[in-house]
């Protein structure tokens, strides 16, 4: 199932969004948005290299997923999101036993992820799917998580993924989701107007509905207990990163 926002916006500007299909089994929306990726990375100083991989963020998230659960060896994982699945990798590679599955809504985004987890010799199982409204059963997962999700997806959305992401937690499991650190309480006023910028002029439309939310808040409406959710930040060299979610009892 597809919806909008994804498939009428052209987010980051990408010509015809991450839906773009012109030719059966089209993939050039991946190859773009890899593309891009690339630039970005090289831009920030993270290209890969001798200190960098392409699923350098994936390992991050799994290295504040064993702080945040250390006890949880993840069986069953899913990347929600997962684009082009580069990050998707890292969780197969660090956990080669357990079941992981990577789902997004943009459909050459997913036949891209799929090819290219076959050609690094990675078993991930890929879905087209609405993060908020899945066909997985109750309690499928006990590793649930997703990287910059959120603020490419419309703020009216959030509860419903945050509800989806609960039913599908497996008891004992967790709940972690990486994001843009850009709260305004947090950042000079400056960088506040370039955001808005963005959010106006740069393909980023859903970027201020999101850093507007109370996330812890609106994990409790969601059914996470308040004891055990969270709503904070993690540091990665001079970064930060906003990381949410919660384990279920």
């Known amino acids: 199932m597809v919806k909008a926002p994804v498939k009428t916006t052209e987010i980051h500007r990408q010509p015809g969004g991450y839906w773009r299909e012109r030719r059966p089994d089209d993939i050039e929306a991946g190859l773009v948005y890899t593309g891009t990726v690339e630039m970005y ?16 963020l994936g390992q991050f998230v799994a290295q504040v997923a064993a702080r945040r659960a250390p006890d949880l060896v993840p069986t069953a994982i899913l990347d929600m999101g997962c684009g082009t699945a580069e990050q ?17 809504c943009a459909r050459p985004f997913v036949r891209y992820a799929h090819g290219a987890a076959e050609s690094a010799g990675l078993a991930i199982h890929f879905h087209e799917l609405d993060a908020a409204e899945t066909d997985f059963p ?14 490419e997806t419309s703020a009216a959305q959030v509860p419903r993924i945050l509800k989806e992401c609960w039913r599908l937690l497996k008891p004992g499991g967790l709940v972690l989701h990486l994001d843009v650190p850009y709260h305004a309480h947090r950042i000079p006023l400056a960088k506040q107007v370039t955001n808005d910028w963005q959010v106006r002029h740069n393909g980023e439309p859903f970027w201020t509905g999101f850093v507007d939310l109370d996330m812890q808040a609106e994990l409790e409406k969601a059914g996470f207990d308040p004891q055990t959710a969270f ?18 009892p």
């Open 231 to 248: 709503a904070d930040y993690e540091a990665v060299g001079p970064a930060a990163y906003f990381f949410f979610g919660g384990r279920k």
């Open 41 to 56: 990375r090289a831009a920030k100083g993270m290209s890969a290299g001798k200190s960098a991989t392409k699923d350098t």
């Open 88 to 104: 998707t990798h890292a969780y197969k590679r660090l956990w080669p036993d357990a079941d992981v599955h990577g789902l997004d």
């Open 138 to 151: 109750d309690a499928s997962f006990d590793f649930i998580t997703s990287i910059i999700m959120f603020h």
